[in-house]
């Protein structure tokens, strides 16, 4: 087991984002976390990447307790998040952006040596055309190629990605398809959210299921699209009235 | 802008040898004041990398030019009463760092401000033989009071600001003042220390502060808490830094040189209305030009270069 939870529970007021979650990645395995609008996936992420402190529960990273550690911390211990709202350093060249993440990410290195790891994550995630452009001035889809591309330069072990398919073309996704397959080939593992079932499918070896915070469904996309409780979660029950 | 530098460099070293006649010691005065005005207002800019909007600067100042003063006037050989200046306000610094920099935008800002007149009133209030109460102290002059030396001196003072500076933009810290500035948050998912860097950064610029606070002491031959501790010389720190471009290194010593001459000429001409054109001027730049006077030069260069 490369990273776990267990237990994890995080509350904003009276409200459960997260209930009693557990759940594991294994080394190099791409793992997906589906479930309806407003089932507390993205509150995963947060509390992994340490954005907010989790309520209860630990989070293990390698053998290494991170339940307390702060962000910085975390991804010097090799998490990569990419966020699902866009975050570029608007006035920072696409380039530097990366430059952020390959000097103080998981590994410490000196500039000659982040200009490399730059300039191999550009050619990897097809930025290189596009390196010199301040990142303001790059179209959504370039935007989130660049908010993944920048995780990818801090070198993780387990690389979190929050929709980068969001919104995407087609072609545009199969793109990022192919590069998130690329950094798996070398050993990273992935977490991902995402509603395009279609990327779900092509990409996840295993998938978990949320709603309302909690777990309600685990295994291989067959067995979960067909379990009863995910097809109530989305479609809704004939009591409630689909809503 | 490759000559740009050098070439300011070589204006600078000739300032005192210009003969200018009767007009000489006020042309070597004045750009000594530049020369102030453009250390403050760069070591200033070199912290604001961080986004973070200080408030502070006269009170790095104050301290360095006090605790040269103060020690000189105690018999501490003076080159090391100097050196004083820097080390009080960068310890200083340390300490206000630790507790306000977890703060953010106006509420840092106004915790800068708050320390300032604090400590302003602490230096107005501590017992007369120690402080010289609101009448201030008379500084012994380095360098026998020499005036061409001492603009020398102040040139030297200058440049250590430039080399910081430069060196802070040519290293890993750039990447990490410039994340930290536009989005905080995501500096620290991607591993940048952001209070460390940010404590780093406050503290390299209040010493430099009060390394010019120590120089313009020595120069000026007095301290006066209302003066030296003046609201007034944050506030031109950070209007001359923005008026030359901000988060640059020619920007804040340009805008020095550009305010600190048309203020003086501004003052030869109009006596007590230089202030309302001064004024006029400076909003007018803040208001076309965003990125201050160097952007009309990055604008070109780009054209130049076939724009993007």
Not at chain 1, 18 to 42: M, Q, W, Y
Not at chain 2, 242 to 269: D, N
Request: proline share 4%; aromatic share 8%.
């Amino acid at each position: 087991m490369l990273l776990a939870a267990t237990n994890l529970s995080k509350h904003f007021g009276g409200v459960a984002a997260v209930r009693s979650l557990e759940f594991h990645l294994d080394p190099g395995e791409i793992l997906a976390i589906i479930g309806p609008n407003g089932a507390g996936k993205t509150t995963v992420l947060n509390l992994l990447s340490g954005v907010f402190p989790a309520d209860e529960g630990r989070m293990v990273l390698d053998g290494v307790d991170i339940t307390r550690l702060p962000a910085e911390d975390r991804c010097h211990l090799g998490l990569g998040r990419a966020f699902q709202v866009v975050q570029p350093f608007p006035e920072m060249t696409v380039r530097d952006n990366l430059m952020v993440g390959a000097l103080f990410g998981s590994r410490q290195r000196s500039l000659a040596e982040a200009r490399r790891r730059t300039d191999e994550v550009l050619a990897l995630t097809g930025l290189a055309g596009r390196a010199a452009m301040p990142a303001r001035d790059l179209t959504l889809a370039w935007e989130k190629r660049v908010e993944m591309a920048r995780a990818i330069a801090t070198s993780p072990r387990v690389l979190l990605l929050d929709e980068v398919m969001a919104g995407l073309l087609p072609h545009e996704a199969d793109e990022m398809l192919a590069v998130v397959r690329s950094v798996r080939e070398t050993g990273v593992a992935v977490l991902f959210i995402e509603h395009v079932m279609r990327v779900v499918r092509d990409l996840a070896d295993r998938v978990i299921v949320m709603d309302f915070g909690e777990k309600i469904a685990e295994g291989s996309y067959q067995d979960v699209t067909g379990h009863p409780r995910v097809i109530e979660a989305y479609l809704g029950t004939e009591e409630t009235g689909g809503a | 802008m490759r000559w740009a530098g050098p070439a300011a460099l070589v204006v600078a070293l000739l300032v005192p040898l210009v003969p200018a006649g009767g007009y000489q010691q006020y042309v070597v005065q004045v750009a000594t004041f530049v020369l102030i005005n453009a250390a403050v207002a760069l070591a200033w800019d070199i912290q604001a990398r961080t986004g973070q909007l200080s408030l502070a600067p006269a009170a790095f100042f104050g301290l360095g030019a006090y605790a040269y003063t103060m020690a000189a006037l105690r018999g501490v050989p003076l080159p090391v009463a100097f050196l004083l200046g820097p080390l009080v306000a960068g310890a200083v610094s340390l300490g206000l760092g630790v507790v306000t920099l977890r703060l953010h935008g106006l509420y840092f800002a106004i915790a800068t401000l708050a320390f300032a007149e604090v400590v302003k009133v602490i230096f107005k209030e501590l017992p007369l033989d120690l402080t010289g109460g609101a009448v201030g102290l008379t500084a012994p002059p380095l360098l026998g009071g020499h005036q061409t030396g001492l603009y020398y001196l102040g040139l030297g003072v200058l440049l250590l600001v430039v080399a910081v500076s430069l060196a802070v933009r040519h290293s890993r810290l750039h990447y990490a003042f410039t994340a930290i500035r536009q989005g905080e948050l995501t500096a620290r998912v991607l591993g940048v220390r952001v209070v460390a860097t940010k404590l780093l950064a406050f503290v390299l610029s209040a010493a430099l502060t009060g390394l010019a606070g120590a120089y313009a002491t020595s120069r000026l031959f007095f301290v006066i808490p209302e003066d030296t501790f003046g609201i007034g010389l944050s506030v031109t720190a950070l209007a001359t830094a923005i008026f030359g471009g901000v988060y640059t290194t020619a920007g804040p010593v340009l805008g020095a040189i550009i305010l600190r001459s048309l203020e003086e000429g501004l003052r030869l001409v109009l006596r007590e209305g230089y202030l309302a054109v001064y004024g006029v001027i400076l909003m007018l730049v803040i208001l076309y030009l965003p990125g201050g006077l160097v952007s009309l030069w990055n604008r070109r260069s780009r054209d130049a270069a076939g724009g993007d």
